[in-house]
């Protein structure tokens, strides 16, 4: 016999959604918008590592020295100051194409075609000649990027609602990370493949060896592999328009695209504000000071193109897949928060391997297990720390706010990373990394606090 009805809920009791289950969890990888968003994400990561860590691979073999590479990677500041211009692909119109394509669309594919442009210029520039021009092709191509973010974030979150961001946050991530792999290891590959028969003795020094030619071929295929993207925008559809309330005036557009957005965030969550811009800002702080290094450290502890390339293609693609969908599962199970501390407390540790990979020397299994461990780690917290920046935002102004806390993300890294080779050059290398290591534990402290307090408000529904 059935047992009796309890009767309905109270009007003010809010029964709590149901857990998905594992198959539903997995099902949502397979949904149409989530496979639109690793195509997505593969054309987003592919720039990152051409104008930062694979350029510094290139920089160090042409015989620049590791100070001035620490330096020039401040190219990458364009990417912590796209909230400047975030109002702006939030929400002017480009001439004819965004009549035709919508408003996300359109932004998207004007920026995937501007770094295209600038890609094929530094193939074509000889950085022990053409610095400055490598260097002012490098920026183009951060700054289109910047702006591919902006409005590829604003196109995922108004994509889906709040409960598919970590799906979407996952296969994002995953399609990101890839294009990372194919943009770094597959650019050494395609240079090692490009290259003539070597003329010098082995142990020459660095610049010695490098080839001008092979390097081109590599940044030109990069520069054609950004039709992913292309071809993926061409064929998607806008997402659905969220209606905004018209301007009467330039004034009050200025007043929405630049202060309300900005606004809105302090309004709803108030003190609160401060310790989340304050974890946003350092996340990943051990990451990205670490990464800028990599890249000499391989070519300064002797290990090759093809070395690199393969460990990085085969255990990287793994580890970094491994870990994506390690971070978008249990972020929907378990709460994005628990998986952001797991993620901080795997990057942080990741780099105190490095430092052991330094003392142990040249040994390409030590290298497979770092590298495996690094990729593993960078995916947990890439998509749990996605999916936290994307619950953050208000679906009205999705890319200027989401464009303040991923600029938020790289600002104060990247400005510390500039001085990544000056501080190996006046100690070394094992030092450095213990040093990144221990920029995590403040990191640790933060993510504890903001659990502690009291629950922000959540992102409006649409």
């Known amino acids: 016999m059935p047992l009796p009805s ?36 593969f054309s987003a990561g592919l720039p990152l590592l051409l104008v930062l860590g694979t350029l510094s691979f290139r920089l160090r073999e042409a015989g620049l ?25 939030d929400r002017l119109p480009l001439p004819l194409l965004t009549r035709w394509m919508g408003r996300r669309r359109s932004w998207l594919l004007v ?16 950085p022990r000649t053409e610095l400055t021009l490598v260097v002012w092709c490098a920026l183009a191509v951060a700054f289109a990027s910047a702006t591919q973010d902006i409005a590829l974030d604003a196109y995922r979150i108004e994509s889906a609602d709040a409960r598919h961001q970590g799906a979407l946050a996952a296969t994002y991530q995953t399609g990101y ?95 609160q504000a401060v310790l989340i811009l304050a974890l946003i800002g350092v996340y990943r702080i051990s990451d990205v000071v670490m990464g800028i290094m990599a890249n000499p450290f ?10 690199v390339a393969a460990v990085t293609k085969i255990y990287g693609v793994i580890m970094t897949l491994v870990g994506a969908f390690i971070g978008g599962a249990l972020s929907m199970r378990l709460g994005v928060m628990r998986v952001l501390m797991l993620g901080a407390i795997l990057s942080a540790a990741s780099n105190l391997l490095f430092a052991w990979l330094a003392g142990h020397g040249h040994d390409v299994v030590a290298l497979i297990f770092v590298i495996s461990a690094d990729n593993l780690s960078a995916g947990v917290a890439s998509a749990a720390f996605i999916a936290y920046l994307s619950g953050l935002t208000n679906v009205q102004y999705s890319a200027t706010q989401y464009a303040l806390f991923s600029s938020m993300m790289l600002l104060a890294p990247k400005w510390l990373a500039g001085y ?28 504890w606090l903001a659990t502690r307090l009291a629950p922000v408000e959540k992102r409006p529904e649409r």
């Open 6 to 41: 309890p009767g309905p809920a109270p009007a003010d009791t809010e029964l709590p959604p149901a857990r998905p289950t594992w198959g539903e969890t997995l099902r949502v990888y397979l949904e149409p918008a989530s496979l639109r968003m690793f195509a997505l994400g």
């Open 65 to 89: 020295d590791r100070t001035t590479i620490g330096y020039l990677s401040w190219v990458g500041l364009a990417y912590g100051f796209k909230w400047c211009w975030a109002p702006l692909v």
């Open 111 to 126: 920026s995937q075609v501007a770094i295209m442009g600038a890609l094929m210029g530094m193939a074509m520039a000889d």
């Open 177 to 271: 990370r890839l294009a990372m792999i194919w943009a770094g290891a597959g650019v050494l590959w395609i240079a090692a493949r490009a290259e003539v028969a070597p003329v010098v003795a082995a142990g020459a020094a660095p610049g010695v060896l490098y080839q001008q030619a092979a390097w081109s071929t590599a940044y030109l295929v990069m520069a054609a592999s950004m039709l992913v993207g292309v071809l993926t925008v061409l064929f998607s559809r806008e997402p659905a328009r969220v209606a905004l309330p018209p301007a009467r005036n330039a004034v009050e557009w200025l007043r929405g695209a630049l202060v309300e957005p900005f606004a809105d965030f302090l309004k709803r969550y108030g003190k």
């Open 298 to 307: 391989y070519v300064d502890m002797g290990y090759t193109k093809d070395e």
């Open 420 to 447: 990544s080779g000056a501080f190996v050059d006046a100690y070394d290398y094992p030092t450095f990394f213990i040093a990144t290591a221990c920029l995590g534990v403040p990191v640790l402290l933060l993510i």
